[in-house]
């Protein structure tokens, strides 16, 4: 059975902005010990090459004026899509949409699309060039896109971009370097920069995540501001629930690669149906909580080269069953519009599916090595 990557719905039947449909990411792995043994063997390849499998039939609908929060922990795939979705890196299969219509995949056409989609990086300590000032990052974008002479004047353009960023005085901040900003204001002049093209979709891949806590709600504003006014279209990418319910409309949870839940911020945080959500929620800040979030101590993501088979998350799942190690759970909606892909959702496991993984393996184990493949177990 194969997964259905789960989709957050737009709130209305209009096309989305931007739509991805089962896009997937596999990076091969270079080895340069491996080739010089392929070389010696005469170019015999053994299996299949290795590959990264990064990200795997993600889908996903990006409505205008609205967020959706993209949450999971390091090397979840989340920042892998959005690179996909920029067109920064080629997909291995799936589709990209833009106002319904197929973007292809040749690198012809670039520029166009960056115009209408923009990316956010999470450092905002290198996105910029610390040898040119604030002038040159928004000049630049304006005049490679020949946005300088529209109406407003050079001068003009770039001012009204800080403003609209909440940099005032905005002729102050044109003449700073990077070295002379805060952490925040970096990222308010990354985010002035993605705008200075005017686009419809703005990525925003852990744009708050490098920056003191004290600042990052400023950041978290004014991403809501712009989808108010402005009614651009934002991915929210975080590995903090807490920040993604605050922010968003829609969460997609993904774990190592596939998205395992989705649905309405406020049900798939109040309600999470998959154990993965139900993990992170544990390690989100509580105020009413005296130890500290972690996820320290509830094992690690798997290795994206080998994933385990079946559910991915099985090896960490305190509820896994003898089907998870073997059969990828299929989405089932909850609510309207929640999906959860786990089996403790699905109906007609039989008994032998259903038991406990442990057990599974217990018996797998003490059974008679002679014993016939599949046979009945007793
Ligand atoms: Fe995965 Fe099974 Fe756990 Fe569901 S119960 S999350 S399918 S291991």
């Known amino acids: 059975m194969t997964q259905t990557a789960a989709a957050p719905r737009p709130p209305e039947a209009a096309v989305p902005l931007l739509e991805a449909r089962a896009l997937t990411k596999h990076f091969a792995v270079h080895h340069p010990g491996r080739a010089v043994r392929r070389q010696a063997a005469g170019g015999r390849r053994r299996g299949p090459a290795p590959a990264v499998h990064a990200v795997e039939e993600v889908s996903l ?33 799936g589709k990209l949409l833009l106002d319904g219509a197929e973007v292809p995949v040749v690198t012809r056409g670039r520029r166009a699309y960056a ?13 910029l060039n610390p040898v040119h000032g604030v002038r040159y990052h928004l000049e630049r974008p304006l005049r490679l896109h020949g ?15 800080l403003e609209r960023v909440a940099l005032t005085p905005a002729e ?24 200075a ?11 708050v995540s490098m920056l003191d806590v004290s600042i990052r709600l400023g950041v978290l504003n004014l991403l809501g501001d712009l989808r108010e ?32 839940e989705s649905g309405p911020a406020e049900v798939v945080t109040d309600s999470p149906a998959h154990p993965y959500t139900k993990l992170l929620l544990s390690a989100a800040p509580d105020p009413d909580r005296a130890e500290p979030p972690s996820l320290a101590g509830s094992g690690a993501p798997p290795s994206l080269v080998a994933p385990p088979g079946g559910c991915r998350f099985h090896p960490r799942c305190p509820h896994a069953m003898a089907v998870c190690a073997v059969s990828s759970p299929p989405g089932t909606e909850l609510a309207a519009g929640h999906v959860s892909a786990c089996w403790l959702h699905a109906t007609g496991l039989d008994a032998a599916q259903a038991q406990p993984l442990a057990a599974a393996d217990e018996l797998k184990s003490s059974a008679p090595s002679s014993a016939p493949e599949g046979g009945e177990e007793t």
Do not use: C, W
């Not at 993209?70 to 067109?87: I, N, P, Q």
């Not at 946005?147 to 971009?161: C, D, I, K, P, Y």
């Not at 093209?197 to 744009?207: G, H, T």
């Open 229 to 260: 006014r402005d009614g651009l279209a934002i991915l929210y990418i975080t590995h903090d629930i807490a920040s993604a319910r605050y922010l968003a409309e829609a969460i997609m949870v993904m774990y190592a690669g596939q998205v395992v």
């Open 61 to 93: 609908t990006l409505p205008q004026a609205g967020i959706t929060a993209v949450v999971g922990e390091s090397g979840s795939g989340k920042s892998t899509l959005a690179r996909m979705l920029a067109r920064l890196i080629t997909p291995t299969s």
């Open 115 to 127: 115009r209408d989609v923009q990316l956010v990086l999470q450092d905002p300590f290198s996105s």
């Open 147 to 161: 946005l300088n002479g529209q109406g407003a004047s050079l001068e003009e353009a770039m001012t009204g971009l």
């Open 197 to 207: 093209v005017r686009p419809r979709v703005l990525l925003a891949d852990e744009p």
């Open 172 to 195: 102050q901040f044109l003449s700073k370097y990077p070295h002379e900003l805060s952490g925040g204001q970096r990222q308010r002049v990354a985010i002035a920069r993605a705008l």
